[in-house]
């Protein structure tokens, strides 16, 4: 089977009721393909038109006894468009996989409306409706997200999108479901490449744990974290890890000592052995901290590949909303997630204080410098389709 790509278009309704994590759940883990790229598009009126017009000449499915090209045209138009009254945009969720077959399995992760729609096998069957009147008529629709059935209606989609989201790059403003004016702060989420060893649930889950917040996201991107980035962004953390080892080292190195010769240390002593081992051991866990969130190991990668994208994945979120900060850093817990408490992201998925789920911005600066570095406006998706289709 070849290797394709495939799309899902998490709908502004999805968005706005916070089923974004259960639908990413179902599609990495039904799947297991992988997730390459991730955007939050505001679409304008013209690429709404134009997607919809596209749905509706790519025409049925048959066996689902819905007119499911004509249903989703008409959605489309009414609700991805911007609100008549205030001209404020939707978002939508752009997904792309990549993988073998993976237009097919994206299909049917996804699910077709169905005259009857009473179970829970697929991402519409859950988080999508389709309610018909005594007549039969379809009196109202929810696909929850809308793919394409074929590699080439999937290539074509792309490249529409695709430009769109070269346009609405970055951080979203004026939507329709997002809070805005005094008061309203940006803060980013990123989930660490220990979500994404396989495909599973835990991005999607991690992301649903989030939404108790009440924020929106407004921005969001895949991304493989270079060394020069990595290297900034936890850069404040090198001088901390150095002081921090200082005493450790003293104390370990101490009781080695003692152990081996049989006397007792001066206290001066455990001073100047902590301050000549800590700050070595502080940079070798800097290091090791590089090493997991870019898959490279600092010091052996020449400086001239330190621009290189890195081997491990990360999915950067921005959310939007009132008090974000503090709110986000009580939902996600305490660096180390053995004194996190139950129900906190760390709690349930972090192993130590490395490889704990996720990072979260700490102040306004703070979320301000590291969108800067992880280039949250910056879109990869053109490389992908240049990748596949030329």
């Known amino acids: 089977m070849a290797n394709e790509l495939a799309y899902a278009l998490i709908t502004p309704y999805s968005l706005m009721k916070s089923r974004t994590g259960g639908i990413i759940s179902r599609f990495m883990n039904r799947t297991s393909l992988e997730l390459v790229a991730t955007r939050l598009i505001a ?3 013209e690429l709404i038109e134009a997607y919809a017009k596209m749905l509706e000449r790519h025409g049925d499915i048959e066996g689902t006894g819905v007119n499911e090209a004509e249903l989703l045209s008409k959605y489309v138009l009414t609700h991805f468009s911007p609100d008549e009254k205030t001209g404020q945009c939707r978002r939508v969720m752009l997904l792309m996989f990549e993988g073998e ?15 009857t729609m009473q179970s829970a096998e697929s991402v519409r069957d859950t988080h999508g409706d389709l309610v018909r009147d005594a007549e039969g008529n379809v009196v109202f629709i929810e696909p929850a997200a809308i793919t394409s059935v074929t590699v080439e209606q999937t290539r074509e989609v792309l490249r529409l999108w695709a430009d769109a989201s070269e346009e609405n790059c970055g951080i979203q403003e004026n939507l329709k479901d997002v809070p805005s004016g005094e008061g309203v702060e940006h803060t980013l989420v990123m989930l660490k490449p220990d979500n994404f060893k396989f495909a599973s649930v835990r991005p999607g889950t991690i992301i649903d744990i989030f939404s108790q917040s009440g924020l929106r996201i407004v ?8 060394i020069a980035e990595a290297l900034e962004f936890y850069g404040p953390v090198r001088n901390v890890l150095r002081e921090k080892k200082k005493t450790q080292a003293g104390e370990l190195s101490k009781r080695s000592i003692e152990r081996e010769l049989g006397y007792t240390l001066p206290a001066e002593v455990e001073a100047k052995l902590g301050d000549l081992i800590g700050p070595e051991v502080g940079d070798r866990q800097f290091n090791e901290l590089v090493q997991f969130m870019t898959g490279k190991w600092a010091p052996d990668c020449p400086p001239e590949e330190h621009d290189q994208p890195g081997h491990s994945r990360i999915l950067a979120l921005v959310y939007c909303g009132h ?14 997630p053995s004194k996190a408490a139950p129900g906190s992201v760390r709690k349930e998925y972090g192993q130590d204080v490395m490889v704990n789920a996720a990072h979260a911005s700490d102040s306004l600066e703070n979320a301000k410098r590291e969108m800067g570095i992880i ?16």
């Open 43 to 45: 679409p304008g009126q």
């Open 375 to 390: 280039k949250i406006h910056k879109d990869g998706i053109q490389k992908l389709l240049k990748k596949h289709y030329g």
């Open 323 to 336: 008090n974000a900060v503090k709110k986000i850093r009580d939902i996600l817990g305490p660096t180390d």
């Open 219 to 226: 921005a969001a991107k895949i991304d493989r974290m270079s």
């Open 101 to 115: 077959d993976a237009v097919a399995r994206v299909n049917k992760a996804l699910g077709r409306f169905r005259t």
